[in-house]
């Protein structure tokens, strides 16, 4: 797949899709953005206690790419050797996201820019203890 190897997600003017997902494994998946996920613009996401693994990208955000402007909300999620070739290893969050919260366990992320987080126009806040990693935006 050329966007989200794993899941791709879209809605449409004024349709907003809101896809939750929780408990599940993406290992193994490609895709030129978001090798495991893609959320585009008409998305309100949530992502619960998943464990991303192994995931590439040939451009950007090797385990997540999102372009929401609903929003995405991550809790408890792992990422764990994910690679992008350009940006975002672990995930790449494009302008015009409408809001962002983001906890997680983030190990051994590889890119050529931004291994574990890329945020493009998105005021945030980093915390990160213990290999946690925390951003609200």
């Not at 899941?7 to 599940?24: S, T």
């Not at 998946?29 to 464990?51: F, P």
């Not at 790449?92 to 809001?99: D, F, N, R, T």
């Amino acid at each position: 797949s050329s966007t989200g190897g794993g899941l791709y997600a879209e809605g449409a003017l004024g349709v907003i899709v809101q896809p939750r997902v929780q408990y599940c494994e993406f290992r193994d998946n490609m895709g030129d953005e978001g090798g495991a996920i893609y959320l585009g613009a008409h998305t309100n996401a949530m992502l619960i206690s998943n464990d991303f693994s192994g995931n590439t990208a040939g451009w950007r955000g090797g385990g997540i790419c999102t372009r929401t402007q609903g929003g995405l909300r991550t809790f408890f999620n792992t990422f764990t050797g994910n690679t992008s070739d350009g940006f975002g290893g672990g995930l790449v969050a494009m302008k015009g996201l409408g809001g962002f919260h983001l906890v997680c366990d983030a190990r051994d992320q590889k890119a050529v820019d931004y291994a574990m987080l890329k945020l493009d126009g998105t005021e945030i806040l980093v915390v990160k203890e213990d290999d946690i990693l925390a951003v609200l935006g």
